[in-house]
């Protein structure tokens, strides 16, 4: 019962989740389509599957679907008009620039107060990196969630498609009390069923608990994830989680725990206190020689266990990636552009706020974090190597970690892991969208660039396989060899969620203004 009650305190503190402003309505010059008939003329398209860049290709969307893809020529070579679609209603020259799927975010909270509390906020850094889809964990209170999703899929806000996953237990209108038996838990699954829910995160539950949750979720066709938490994990680890059954590993609480190698529960120091946050996550990072090394049976075999159980794993590594260097993390491009000061204020090491925890924050601690990520990594790449799949998200809004930005963050911490940008582009798309069709028993409706699929896409003038910083709403900085000058290059130009077309640039202005206005505000104060 305690243990239940810890984990819904954690649930409402960490996300505020009754406490976020709902989007405002779609203003009028936000956004435009969708189209009878819009035409993408003249694009290298990197379609998602993993496959090379090809192009020029023409797309054809009408209202909301990829009606065509054509091929219209050859690289650095004319391109024959007669050859091409016939002429849209929206026409956009997209020759030289890339198009790729909308970005699937598949770990996502969308704010709250005091940090975040306009949801707005959250959405647009999302649209204006590139994101389309994301999977709350929840984005925020059950009902709330609830109606931004069908305003969203109504395209009545400026904001992504939303998929709502919800921990057990929570919801304002359950009257069923705390999950403490099974058949409790089956019923708590059962209720938030029939209220839109899609799938179940899960923190901390006993182990039967958990196995009960788990299979009614798959009964019922709704998503499971699993946040191991540190209260839980000596009980059930990421071995055992997808042994009950569990679709999808998020972080890496549990994996380093199915390792050990002398020791049954993480050896923690005499004197830690879980509560000190410092202490909690500084002791996760010594793990790393604490495991079966990479290449040993007991490694190998738990990479083929996983994919014997269709195991995806979304690590967000960027949610911790202020560890390895808190100094780089607090004066990042994007941080004075786009991070709300009073977000800021969340960030700065403080007791109260999840995450803030840079109490004393040494070099011994960021150095025992980069050994960590350098195993970490290691098993993931193995993993993706060896078939299994390995998904992008951003989990923003702690530890110095921004909205969408996050997600590029994530993408370059795949490559530096040793994957090929495709396989990181693939990871943030088709993967991250079977993690949420394979369990209501569907085909992908996006993730890829096919005749047929929604017109989920994102256009950007510079070659992201090239430089994944290019994604990046602030640019990467480059010499210009004619001018002598650095010049800032890159950004998603445009976003196409359902059809409609929404200047990427605009939305992250957008973002600006709301940044300057707080910063206004409280310069009067």
Wanted: no cysteine.
């Amino acid at each position: 019962m305690k243990q239940l009650l810890l984990v819904l305190i954690l649930a409402t503190s960490y996300f505020a989740i009754a406490q976020v402003q709902p989007a405002p309505d779609r203003g009028p010059n936000e956004g435009e389509g969708p189209f009878e008939r819009m035409v993408i003329r003249g694009a290298n398209l990197i379609d998602g599957t993993g496959a090379p860049t090809y192009g020029p290709v023409d797309i054809v969307i009408e209202g909301n679907k990829i009606k065509e893809i054509v091929l219209v020529g050859t690289p650095k070579v004319p391109i024959k008009t007669k050859d091409r679609p016939r002429k849209g209603t929206k026409e956009i020259d997209a020759n030289g620039a890339y198009v790729l799927p909308g970005f699937v975010n598949i770990h996502t909270h969308v704010g709250g107060d005091p940090k975040a509390p306009e949801s707005e906020y959250a959405y647009k850094l999302w649209l204006g990196h590139g994101v389309t889809t994301i999977r709350g964990v929840p984005a925020g209170e059950l009902n709330w969630v609830e109606n931004e999703k069908k305003r969203s899929s109504q395209n009545k806000i400026v904001a992504p498609r939303i998929i709502n996953f919800q921990v057990p237990g929570t919801g304002k209108e359950w009257k069923g009390g705390p999950l403490i038996t099974p058949a409790k838990a089956r019923e708590w699954v059962a209720w938030a069923d029939s209220k839109g829910v899609e799938g179940i995160k899960i923190f901390n539950l006993d182990p039967e608990i958990f196995a009960a949750a788990i299979d009614e979720a798959r009964k019922r066709k709704m998503g499971s994830v699993a946040h191991l938490s540190q209260m839980m994990v000596s009980r059930v680890n990421a071995r055992d989680a997808a042994e009950m059954g569990l679709q999808n590993l998020t972080h890496f609480y549990g994996l380093f725990e199915a390792l050990y190698k002398d020791e049954d529960i993480q050896h923690w120091p005499r004197n830690l206190e879980y509560n000190n946050e410092q202490d909690r996550f500084s002791q996760v990072a010594y793990q790393w020689d604490k495991i079966h090394p990479r290449g040993s049976d007991e490694w190998n075999q738990l990479i083929d266990f996983f994919l014997e159980k269709n195991l995806i794993i979304d690590p967000t590594m960027t949610a911790y990636l202020a560890g390895r260097d808190v100094m780089k993390a607090r004066n990042a491009d994007w941080m004075d552009k786009y991070v709300l000061p009073s977000l800021h204020d969340f960030y700065e090491p403080n007791r109260l706020d999840h995450g803030s925890y840079f109490y004393n924050w040494t070099t011994w601690e960021e150095v025992a974090w980069k050994n960590f990520y350098r195993v970490w990594m290691s098993f993931l790449n193995d993993y993706k190597n060896a078939g299994g799949r390995v998904t992008v998200s951003d989990d923003a809004s702690f530890i110095y970690n921004l909205y969408g930005v996050g997600v590029i963050e994530e993408m370059e911490l795949l490559q530096e892991a040793g994957f090929h940008p495709l396989e990181v582009i693939r990871g943030a798309t088709l993967h991250a969208a079977e993690a949420i069709f394979e369990p209501k028993g569907k085909a992908i409706e996006f993730g890829i660039v096919r005749p047929g699929l929604l017109a989920d896409l994102v256009i950007i003038e510079e070659n992201p396989i090239e430089n994944l910083k290019v994604l990046y709403g602030t640019g990467f900085p480059r010499l210009n060899d004619e001018t002598g000058k650095m010049e800032r290059v890159g950004g998603v130009k445009y976003t196409i969620k359902d059809g409609i077309l929404y200047d990427a640039k605009q939305l992250l202005k957008d973002v600006e203004a709301m940044v300057e206005k707080q910063k206004a505000e409280r310069k009067k104060q």
